[in-house]
């Protein structure tokens, strides 16, 4: 595996289900974040994650909750969602956030998720 | 906060022609300016960045882009268009001190007729 890969691809899901989305960076990478892509709006940054810890949360409700077990995982736990949180769920990874170097983002295929 | 605006959801362009994505961005500090291209079912990936130098910037498949500080703009460009340029495109803006702040545009459409 290369690059940075994620599973499912696509997620269907009731309201009161409980899923899991998985991400991982086969880069070396120790930042890592996850984006929530609606139709005709911008990526919405919901997470980040440096060196395994959190380091920003965009106010993102609690049905969601991410989890870095180590610099090349990252899950995001999902219950309890609403039919407005159907989206592409983007994972991405970058090097180090500390400093001020323009590091890029890798980003993964994204899981398409429908809650119904 | 720095933000990107994106000028036209959907561009379309005749195969062979020139390709113009606008982008335009605010930002307090200098910024470090991105191009990222989607393609259907697929994450975003690097077309070609601009951090500091050189304000005219060459990236993959045939795109350039042009930092003008004074225009506060970072439009895309590409020569001659092909078929497979045909994706969604995005412009993102990131300050200069703070790596996790990256804001993306709403992007842009790109179709291609033959």
């Known amino acids: 595996e290369t690059g940075v890969t994620q599973t499912p691809r696509h997620l269907v899901m009731g309201m009161t289900n409980k899923k899991s989305l998985k991400c991982e960076q086969h880069l070396g990478h120790n930042a890592m974040y996850w984006y929530k892509q609606s139709a005709k709006k911008p990526l919405e940054l919901m997470f980040v994650y440096s060196l395994e810890e959190r380091v920003e949360n965009n106010s993102v409700p609690s049905r969601f909750s991410p989890e870095c077990p180590n610099s090349s995982h990252l899950f995001l736990h999902l219950h309890t969602l609403q039919p407005e949180d159907s989206a592409l769920y983007l994972c991405?990874?970058?090097?180090?956030?500390?400093?001020?170097?323009?590091?890029?983002?890798?980003f993964g295929p994204g899981t398409r998720l429908t809650v119904t | 906060a720095q933000s990107v605006t994106q000028l036209g959801s959907h561009v379309s362009v005749s195969e062979g022609a020139l390709v113009l994505l606008r982008c335009n961005y605010s930002s307090s500090v200098p910024p470090y300016l991105f191009w990222y291209v989607q393609y259907p079912n697929q994450g975003l990936q690097l077309l070609l960045k601009y951090t500091t130098g050189a304000t005219l910037v060459k990236g993959i498949n045939g795109f350039e882009a042009e930092f003008k500080k004074s225009e506060t703009s970072f439009h895309l460009t590409k020569p001659s268009a092909h078929m497979s340029d045909a994706a969604e495109y995005f412009c993102a803006v990131r300050d200069t001190y703070n790596n996790n702040d990256m804001r993306f545009g709403a992007g842009t459409r790109l179709t291609v007729k033959p």
């Open positions: 991405a990874s970058s090097q180090d956030l500390r400093g001020r170097r323009p590091y890029e983002q890798y």
